[in-house]
Structure formats: structure tokens, C-alpha cells
């Protein structure tokens, strides 16, 4: 995945959502954590500690995470 650590994988899957077809993508981290939301995995890189705050932020920006949820964050 561009942006994300070593190790992330991700995939898509196509659910039914009032009748429509949505695609949503699911992410699984390298100790085998799923993540249904990307702010769930914006949260567990920021809980590990293992990137700084602005790469944090350039992660959040490739997963398209809305500056509002980000600074919930905080």
C-alpha cells in the first residue's frame, strides 16, 4: 500500500448497502489486527509510536482521513 509501513495489506470488498453495491475496503496490519475504517489504522500507527506526527499525517493523507476525525485525535 503507498504510504503505509511495510507489511499493511489491504482488500476490497463489494457489500450491499441499502440496496446499492458499496465497495469497502478492509485493512490488515502486520500482527494480523483487521481495520474496517482507516482511522483505526491511522490510530493504531499513532498508538505504536514507531512513525513520527508528520508522517502520521502523510498516511492520513493518502487514506484520504478528513481533518475533522484527525483532530479528534489529538
Sequence with gaps: LPGLPDGWKFRKVEAKQNGKVVIQKHYLSPNNIMFKATLGVVELLRLEGKLNPAQILE???????????LKKLA
Design 59 to 69: 498516511v492520513a493523507k493518502s487514506l484520504k482521513v478528513g481533518d475533522k476525525k
